[in-house]
């Protein structure tokens, strides 16, 4: 086998020598030879003449001086950095960081800056001091040299990573409420369990400044902590980017079945429920919804849908159920394929490797507070020495880890009744 590759290499180095190629003809790649660049596809598409022009145009900037590049591409950092948005960390606000152990998982850590504490773990001391005034997007070294990615956390990973009291409602099933009860800017929403405060803090986002969230609440507790997330989530932000966050959310401390006196002075949107006998609350919220709103019913349980469905029945509320859904996600694997000892195995010259199945699994894991991440499915790599283009075989399949049931999200439809 090996001889008559020897005899084929030899071969195919004659033919690109032009020996055996007839004139005018172009030399074809074979299976074992490197893929080509997309500009050396391009030039083998096109006549002699312009695939010769083109040639010497790539050749003339490639030849191009260093100081001549630095010119052209001094003036385009200054524009980002001074763009919207790409403010530089400042005290008081939230970081993310992200720790890729080695050969393990990846850490996600978020902590709020302030002049005299540090990031501390297993990987060594990070100041703050050291991230006070350092553009997102950097990676800053820790006391034992390993490698942090220091950015701002979007509003659904502030929801997983915040302090929490009861569950939370998940970002997956918060996408879709919003969708289902199709909230405008201006709308005012009417919230039944204020719990951690994950929900409040997206529908706040998306009625507005002009827009209004009323949120009911019965345990003290709870009514406390998500005041508490609310009001840090709204600081962080108003320091670390140019507009305020709306302050639009009226957190209170009462049940809603009680609270029938008032709500006849209010007129909602949209009601979300997120407690546990939500058929108590229909009956008093059900006169401040508009003719035709949407009250989506956050349900953790088969049983309790049935339940609520048959109470709506039995009282003939004016409510059509719509929809039950349950808002599934299917996590998929695309990374390069890995060997036993850890490193990219390369591509050979036959194509048997992209069929191989990679030799080190991964998952990922919720811990608390801190999201854990397995090295393979970290898209992102933080090395100093990227792979060459086209080198190694990927592997994608969907993921061993998959996201389990969280909730049934019930659609209800205010409908006038039919007169007799």
């Known amino acids: 086998m090996r001889a008559w590759r020897a005899l084929g290499r030899a071969a195919a180095a004659g033919l690109c020598s032009g020996h055996g190629a007839g004139p005018g003809s ?42 001549e590049e630095e010119e052209v591409a001094a003036p385009t ?52 001091r050291d991230i006070i005034g350092q553009m997102p997007g950097r990676v800053l070294r820790t006391s034992s040299g390993a490698r942090l990615l220091l950015r701002r956390p979007s509003l659904d990973e502030y929801v997983l990573l915040m302090p929490r009291g009861p569950t939370i409602a998940y970002p997956k099933d918060m996408s879709a409420i919003l969708t289902m009860i199709d909230t ?37 507790d709870h009514h406390n902590l998500a005041k508490k997330n609310y009001r840090y989530w709204r600081a962080a932000w108003e320091i670390g980017h140019e507009e305020e966050w709306p ?34 609350a229909l009956s008093v919220v059900h006169p401040s919804l508009k003719q035709g709103g949407v009250c989506a019913v956050y349900l953790a349980n088969i049983t309790q849908v049935i339940d609520l469905l048959d109470r709506i029945r039995t009282c003939k509320l004016p409510f059509l159920c719509e929809t039950v859904i349950e808002v599934t996600h299917r996590n998929w694997l695309v990374v390069p394929a890995k060997i036993k000892n850890f490193k990219s195995s390369q591509i050979v010259e036959t194509q048997q490797n992209t069929e191989e199945q990679p030799q080190k699994e991964c998952e990922e894991i919720n811990i608390q507070d801190q999201a854990v991440l397995k090295e393979s499915e970290y898209n992102v790599s933080l090395s100093e020495e990227p792979e060459a283009y086209c080198s190694v075989p990927y592997v994608a399949r969907p993921s061993l880890w998959q996201e389990g049931h969280s909730a049934f999200l019930t659609k209800l439809r205010k409908l006038q009744p039919l007169c007799s």
């Open 26 to 67: 172009r030399p074809r790649r074979r299976a074992w030879e490197a893929s080509l660049s997309p500009l050396e596809r391009v030039r083998r598409l096109l006549p002699p003449e312009e695939a010769a022009e083109v040639g010497r145009c790539a050749a003339a900037s490639q030849a191009r001086p260093e100081q």
């Open 77 to 128: 950092r200054v524009p980002f950095a001074a763009g919207a948005g790409a403010s530089p960390f400042r005290a008081g606000e939230l970081a993310l960081a992200e720790l890729r152990r080695k050969h393990s998982s990846t850490l996600k850590m978020m902590c709020r800056l302030e002049a005299g504490a540090a990031l501390s773990g297993s990987s060594g001391v990070l100041p703050h």
């Open 184 to 220: 405008h800017p201006g709308d005012t929403i009417l919230e039944t369990g204020s719990g951690s405060g994950a929900m409040s803090l997206f529908l706040s986002r998306a009625v507005g400044s002009k827009g209004r969230v009323i949120s009911y609440e019965n345990r003290e």
């Open 247 to 280: 302050d639009n959310v009226d957190f209170i401390l009462k049940d809603i079945s009680t609270a029938a006196a008032d709500m006849k002075s209010v007129t909602v949107d949209a009601i979300v429920l997120d407690m546990l006998n939500p058929h108590s």
